[in-house]
């Protein structure tokens, strides 16, 4: 009992202080009750921090489904370098054999060629103009060390015993087309194309493209006319055989590439393009520099700039050019690595649209809906 209940208890009673003591002593018990009655409030509050915690349990369980596989591996585009390499030799020959006549390039020249492809980052690489299959294989090596890995390889060539054709590519290469027809006659002559025609179908997630390769023949490898009628015996060769693909399949993704050796209004582009307007033409990609130029040479015995190096691609696979992302590469280091300048071209790869697939629907119209005077 408190002590100053002691107290006035000791005093005789009156209603007054009997009035007081009850008093008080309803103060002393009210207090102790609110005393108390604090546990209960901590609890409740204790408790309504607690819960929250539960909820991040909840949040780590859509990740695995932002990284699924199928979906992360799915590429939207294609990016396809096509590059005429100078000769680009970096394998030594032996005395006395036919390799002893090359000529190496310097470890810069090879160090900016890496540098350019690697920082184009291509899906597929379509080369003109490089050494035997061992020297693809190290410029393969080299541009792995780089952080480009294009694991698939396809090399070959003509009657050139120092420049062939390459490819390089990221997705896997069929073998089940046959093999290009390189041989002709000029002036009853017997004669062979001097880089062949190099014809890789690429696998891309089971869409498949063709990459037809050609080099022709340059403009001071025969006297004139010579040269100029080879290159166009060749450049037909090269026509054949896209025509034999979409002879299979008029629908066919297809690119011709390489260096012609010859402009843009030329019969070698001419022959190779075909009927303008049909399905089976093959429309040459603008590719411009930063400073919206197009030449792809500069020819040092004549001192002229030139576009000698194109991409053709088909009627179908132009629909899926990305246009204004096509460009030819004028990095800094260009020369070092090449006489020639590379072309990026990229390919969208998303689902075709609607308008896409109604392009070929004009071809079934009957003669009574078409218009006069149209074929």
């Not at 096509?82 to 002893?100: D, F, K, M, P, Y």
């Not at 410029?139 to 390889?153: A, V």
């Not at 576009?307 to 179908?316: E, G, I, L, P, Q």
């Not at 071209?345 to 075709?352: F, K, R």
Request: proline share 8%; hydrophobic share 35%; charged share 25%.
């Amino acid at each position: 009992m408190p002590t100053c209940l002691l107290f006035t208890m000791s005093k005789p009673a009156s209603p007054v202080r009997v009035a007081l003591i009850l008093f008080l002593c309803s103060l002393f018990w009210g207090c102790r009750d609110a005393g108390h009655a604090v546990p209960p409030d901590e609890s409740a509050a204790a408790t309504s921090v607690v819960a929250p915690v539960e909820e991040p349990k909840t949040e780590p369980e859509p990740e695995p489904e932002s990284v699924e596989p199928p979906v992360a591996s799915e590429p939207k585009q294609l990016r396809f370098l096509s590059c005429n390499l100078e000769a680009h030799q970096i394998t030594r020959g032996v005395e006395g054999e036919e390799r002893s006549l090359k000529i190496l390039k310097a470890a810069k020249e090879i160090a900016a060629l890496a540098k350019i492809i690697v920082d184009a980052d291509p899906d597929v690489l379509g080369i003109s103009s490089t050494g035997d299959r061992n020297d693809l294989v190290e410029l393969q090596r080299k541009l792995k060390e780089s952080g480009l890995d294009l694991p698939n390889l396809r090399h070959t060539g003509g009657s050139d015993p120092l420049r062939y054709l390459g490819l390089l590519s990221r997705y896997p290469i069929h073998d089940s087309n046959p093999a290009p027809k390189i041989a002709y006659e000029l002036r009853d002559e017997p004669m062979v194309m001097m880089r062949g025609i190099l014809h890789a179908q690429v696998d891309v997630h089971g869409r498949e493209l063709h990459f037809i390769g050609a080099h022709l023949i340059s403009k001071y490898e025969l006297s004139d006319p010579s040269q100029e009628q080879s290159r166009s015996h060749e450049a037909y060769l090269v026509r054949e055989h896209a025509d034999t693909i979409l002879d299979r399949d008029p629908s066919a993704l297809a690119i011709v590439y390489g260096t012609l050796n010859d402009t843009r209004n030329t019969a070698a582009n001419y022959i190779v393009e075909g009927d303008d307007g049909s399905r089976s033409y093959f429309e040459a990609v603008d590719h411009p520099d930063s400073l919206d130029e197009m030449w792809t040479y500069k020819d040092v015995w004549e001192d002229v700039y030139y576009r000698a190096d194109f991409v053709h691609v088909s009627a179908s696979l132009l629909e899926m050019v990305v246009a204004d992302q096509c460009r030819t590469i004028d990095d800094a280091q260009w020369r070092n690595a090449s006489d020639h300048r590379p072309l990026l071209s990229i390919i969208g790869l998303e689902a075709p649209t609607s308008e896409v697939e109604d392009v070929p629907s004009p071809d079934s119209n009957s003669d009574s809906t078409a218009t006069p005077g149209t074929p």
